[in-house]
């Protein structure tokens, strides 16, 4: 279906294209009518165009003559501020010097931040990529936005061959969902903004510098340090919860029976009432974790919604046309599932949650790859070892050293050389790829529905939880005792649900393929 189309029939739905995104560019586009219809907002800043979606948030603010700016949302848990622009003037009264990055590592949330100078402007994304972002040059002129298909509409861009080839491999969707390797988009032109780098349009140019993680960590050794940092982790996320009960009116808890939302819902332990949870089930599979969240929420008395997403998808208003505007959204490579698309669209008409907290990232210190994959080490940092990790390309070894190559030059332009030993190639191949890819691609899709965010994305609670042994990290003890910690009570009820794919026999039939595609030439 053609979204121009749909939405020159049906007005009322021009305001999902899109949804809270945003553009930045050089190029003075305000006489285009598609695909802002409009409805977004319009301001320049030193020679960049920002356009804002209706309900994108956007702050900014100047000092010395520096500009900066927030799309996006944040908070910081050191400080106690959940305000944009006091977090802002913060960060500008240590810019150009040795305290800035450790201030802006301070920073929880889903945005894009950045500041323009007399050398052009600088640019970086939460510490996950969950806020989605991508830029580059198009006709000499600048972009940045938090949809490549919104780029690809104003400037006529076409899918890149090479993507085409990729999502129409037969793996593609499998290994955590379909998504893109590297920083690649779905159009040569443009490029993914990786989390951690700091990016800098100067005269034409586009550069990006790494400016996280860079120095060494200093590994637990007894008991009583590991309590320290489990500790000082957990406070992190407690502050994180009391920041959005300030900053929301109406913030729900997503819970489920797992790890990580029980670790969520312990630290809004002491407040409350000041939340409301909810579940939902788009699939037979999810009926545990919904039974498990019922429990939690009625133990603790915290209101609690089940949303069980219809299995027709006839009985969802305009189906089709709104799957097809959220399939254009993500530049036609997620593939999404019917029941992922019947969940957006049904929440999004039916859930009046100001915003949903997630429990994403938190795998990144859960050692994922490890565990998916049933190894308590990995091969030393490559192409081919990315590769492995991205997707499975046993028989088309063609295209298995096409993504080889991709990941060679990913790896040394990112500088992953300079990234202390602390910090696993497999964990951060984790947070920067699967999670900046696959995961902000996916956050971007849920914000049909309503804003996202996510406490555990934040750099300073990443550290702490690298210092925790990776064996630890594996069995995620260091969650349950940040748990116990925060909410003894929920500690002692014993639910924890465990992803049905996350068993054993499943983890040695991995690791098997996994060694053999080590093994492979």
């Not at 500009?67 to 810019?95: C, D, K, Q, R, V």
């Not at 320290?228 to 729900?252: C, E, F, G, T, Y």
Request: aromatic letters at 14%; charged letters at 25%.
């Amino acid at each position: 279906m053609c979204v121009k189309n749909i939405l020159n029939k049906y007005s009322d739905l021009r305001g999902y294209l899109f949804i809270r995104g945003f553009l930045i560019t050089t190029d003075d586009i305000s006489g285009v009518d598609y695909p802002f219809f409009g409805m977004w907002n319009h301001m320049e800043l030193k020679g960049y165009h920002f356009w804002t979606h209706e309900k994108t948030r956007f702050h900014y603010t100047e000092k010395n003559g520096v500009t900066a700016f927030l799309l996006g949302h944040t908070y910081n848990p050191f400080t106690m501020e959940f305000e944009e622009i006091p977090i802002l003037e913060y960060l500008l009264n240590s810019y150009d010097t040795d305290m800035y990055y450790d201030h802006v590592n301070e920073m929880t949330g889903v945005f894009v931040y950045g500041t323009i100078d007399n050398n052009g402007i600088h640019y970086i994304v939460d510490p996950a990529g969950m806020q989605s972002a991508c830029s580059g040059i198009i006709n000499g002129k600048f972009y940045l936005s938090s949809h490549s298909q919104l780029i690809a509409d104003i400037c006529q861009l076409i899918m890149d061959p090479f993507v085409k080839r990729l999502i129409e491999y037969k793996w593609y969707s499998r290994v955590m969902g379909p998504y893109l390797p590297v920083d690649m988009t779905p159009f040569e032109e443009l490029k993914r903004v990786v989390p951690n780098n700091q990016y800098n349009h100067y005269r034409d140019v586009v550069r990006h510098k790494r400016f996280y993680p860079l120095y060494d960590l200093e590994e637990v050794k007894n008991e009583k340090e590991y309590l320290n940092v489990i500790h000082q982790a957990a406070d992190i996320l407690q502050n994180n919860m009391i920041l959005i009960s300030r900053k929301w009116k109406n913030p729900w808890i997503s819970l489920t029976g797992g790890i990580d939302s029980n670790t969520t819902f312990a630290a809004a332990n002491g407040n409350y009432e000041k939340f409301q949870a909810f579940s939902y089930c788009s699939a037979k599979k999810e009926t545990i974790d919904c039974d498990a969240a019922k429990k939690i929420a009625e133990h603790f008395n915290v209101p609690w919604v089940l949303y069980t997403i219809p299995e027709d998808k006839k009985e969802l208003d305009r189906y089709e046309e709104r799957a097809a505007i959220i399939k254009h959204n993500n530049g036609y490579v997620g593939l999404e599932k019917e029941n992922e698309l019947r969940k957006r669209i049904y929440l999004e008409q039916n859930c009046p949650a100001d915003v949903e907290i997630k429990s994403w990232v938190s795998e990144t210190i859960r050692a994922y790859w490890y565990k998916h994959y049933g190894r308590m080490e990995m091969p030393r940092i490559s192409g081919k070892l990315y590769r492995n990790l991205y997707k499975i390309f046993t028989i088309d070894r063609k295209l298995a050293h096409q993504i080889d190559t991709l990941f060679e030059d990913y790896i040394r332009d990112f500088q992953y050389a300079d990234i202390p030993s602390q910090y696993p190639p497999a964990d951060m191949h984790y947070n920067e790829v699967t999670w900046g890819s696959w995961g902000g691609m996916n956050i971007s899709e849920m914000k049909y529905c309503f804003d996202i965010t996510i406490i555990y994305n934040n750099r300073k609670f990443l550290d702490l939880m690298f210092k925790v042994p990776i064996e630890r990290r594996i069995s995620d003890q260091h969650h349950l005792d940040m748990k116990r910690y925060l909410n003894q009570d929920l500690f002692d009820m014993g639910i924890r649900i465990v992803n049905m794919h996350e068993t054993s026999f499943r983890a040695f039939a991995l690791n098997c393929i996994f060694t053999a595609n080590m093994i492979l030439p």
